[in-house]
């Protein structure tokens, strides 16, 4: 793919303008980051994971009625997808308490909501991805009240396909990011699904089985994310 085709580069993925007008290529990087991109690595092999595991998990959500811009992976690393209008929106989904959730409240770690919660937070690495409210959202023409009710009832949902999924794996869905965007007027699931953008610890011991072993220094990233794949594959 050649650079004048590139539409986006971004801190795990870089997106190129496909044959046809209405798809793109994501090419998944090499590179983690935390910190909103403060900390960064290159690990050979952590793109090639990212890409199969989101293809799973992906392929899963499709097969049980979530529409996605998933249209096929073409290599190890490389998916083609339907070109969306994407909302300048990151929808979390807390099942467990951690992270940010813990820091502000001052609460303990680990301990299972009585129901999930949603937030939003502005995309902007500038602004450093702020909280954003409902009223917010609308008030700035991001998304209109319909739009921002379709995206939580479809973030609450993906969560109930997801938790027995990754259960049978012997995992806990932490929590988890999403991104959604529009095509021929409809709204649907885009950006990827991978331990870049997840909680998931393991049954037994509580390890964490994603990003967190990078941000916090606790174990090889590649070798976590390869386990993850292998459960996934043989569940």
């Not at 983690?32 to 959500?61: R, W």
């Not at 807390?94 to 770690?109: A, D, P």
């Not at 909680?199 to 994603?210: A, L, Y």
């Amino acid at each position: 793919m050649t650079e004048d085709k590139l539409l986006y580069t971004g801190k795990a993925k870089n997106v190129y303008q496909a044959e046809n007008d209405d798809e793109v290529l994501i090419v998944y990087k090499d590179q983690a980051t935390a910190l909103n991109g403060k900390k960064k690595e290159i690990l050979p092999g952590k793109g090639v994971l990212d890409c199969q595991i989101s293809q799973i998990v992906f392929n899963y959500l499709i097969e049980n009625g979530i529409k996605t811009h998933l249209v096929k992976n073409l290599s190890d690393h490389e998916q083609l997808v339907k070109k969306t209008q994407v909302f300048p929106l990151e929808v979390v989904l807390r099942n467990i308490t951690s992270g940010s959730l813990v820091r502000k409240f001052q609460i303990e770690e680990g301990q299972k909501l009585k129901e999930p919660i949603i937030e939003f937070y502005y995309k902007s690495d500038a602004l450093d991805d702020p909280v954003i409210n409902q009223s917010q959202i609308h008030a700035l023409g991001i998304a209109d009240n319909e739009d921002i009710e379709y995206i939580k009832q479809e973030t609450l949902k993906i969560n109930q396909l997801l938790i027995p999924f990754f259960a049978k794996a012997d995992f806990d869905l932490v929590d988890f990011k999403l991104e959604f965007g529009k095509y021929n007027g409809e709204i649907i699931l885009v950006d990827e699904f991978s331990p870049d953008n997840c909680r998931i610890w393991n049954k037994n011991d509580h390890h964490s089985m994603d990003k967190d072993v990078f941000r916090k220094h606790e174990g090889n990233l590649v070798e976590t994310y390869q386990t993850v794949l292998q459960r996934l594959q043989d569940k």
